[in-house]
Nanobody
Framework: QVQLVESGGGLVQAGGSLRLSCVAS????????MGWFRQAPGKERQFVAA????????HYADSVKGRFTISRDNAKNTVYLQMNNLKPEDTAVYYC????????????????????WGQGTQVTVSS
């Protein structure tokens, strides 16, 4: 089992920045890829970004490319999402995710099955 705990959400004005963190704990001998999804009220959960265990490969949703950066520090069991130039349409609950699915392009497919989820952290961007 893997437990994921997110932090760093909050209220920010459009054009501002936030950094989300997700700490992983538990007993898992595998080396999972990790990522972020988000869900706005009344909408389906949407892929945001993913990163391999080694950190040498990343994948982003088109809507966040050039604004968001995913990174990880395996010594701290932590994955980060740096969000810059935030827009009101980025408002959502952001969820950390972990899975052994190392083909990151599959993370953004509609029917992807992710094994582990965090509880989510709210990000609100005001206009």
């Amino acid at each position: 089992q893997v437990q994921l705990v997110e932090s760093g959400g909050g209220l920010v004005q459009a054009g501002g920045s936030l950094r989300l963190s997700c700490v992983a704990s538990g007993d898992n001998p595998s080396r999972p890829a990790m990522g972020w999804f988000r869900q706005a009220p009344g909408k389906e959960r949407q892929f945001v970004a993913a990163i391999t265990w080694s950190g040498d490969s990343t994948h982003y949703a088109d809507s966040v490319k050039g604004r968001f950066t995913i990174s990880r520090d395996n010594a701290k069991n932590t994955v980060y999402l740096q969000m810059n130039n935030l827009k009101p349409e980025d408002t959502a609950v952001y969820y950390c995710a972990a899975d052994n699915l190392s083909i990151l392009s599959l993370w953004s497919t509609r029917r992807v099955q992710i094994t582990y989820w965090g509880q989510g952290t709210q990000v609100t961007v005001s206009s």
